[in-house]
């Protein structure tokens, strides 16, 4: 059970819909979240992520939804399940996208805060994608 959560957000200059459609597509997580893994394929209608840290993990985001709502489940390979929660939503004309950082039983502070560092990094990297 999780004992902390850390709401890591980023402002996007882009219509929300643009920003849903691109985190919404996994093919897309190597680009702007390199942390979570350095190649991303599709098999069988699942995703899968190769992580130096982690191996091969499943990631299945929750369905389309006009929400905003892209939390998503990463698979590890021993079946430990993480659910990451995810939102997109509207901020003025541009999109606003909120990354909940859980802390894992037994996280360090110095862990957790690193780890909510690298979630403000890829959201930002995600910024910069999207607004080229």
């Known amino acids: 059970m999780s004992t902390d959560t850390a709401h890591v957000a980023e402002r ?3 219509p929300v819909n643009d920003v849903y459609a691109y985190v919404s597509n996994p093919a897309n997580l190597t680009a702007w979240a390199p942390g979570l893994g350095e190649s991303v394929e599709q098999h069988d209608g699942d995703w899968y992520v190769q992580s130096p840290d982690l191996g091969r993990v499943r990631v ?3 369905p389309p939804n006009g929400f905003g709502v892209l939390d998503h489940v ?3 390979e021993s079946g430990e399940q993480f659910l990451n929660p995810l939102r997109v939503v509207p901020y003025g004309d541009g999109a606003e996208i909120v990354f909940s950082v859980r802390r894992p039983p037994g996280t360090s502070d110095a862990d957790f805060t690193r780890d909510s560092g ?3 990094d890829d959201l930002a990297r995600l910024k910069q994608i999207l607004e080229k």
């Open 12 to 14: 996007i200059d882009r």
């Open 60 to 62: 299945e985001f929750a």
């Open 118 to 120: 690298k979630v403000a």
């Open 74 to 76: 990463v698979t590890l």
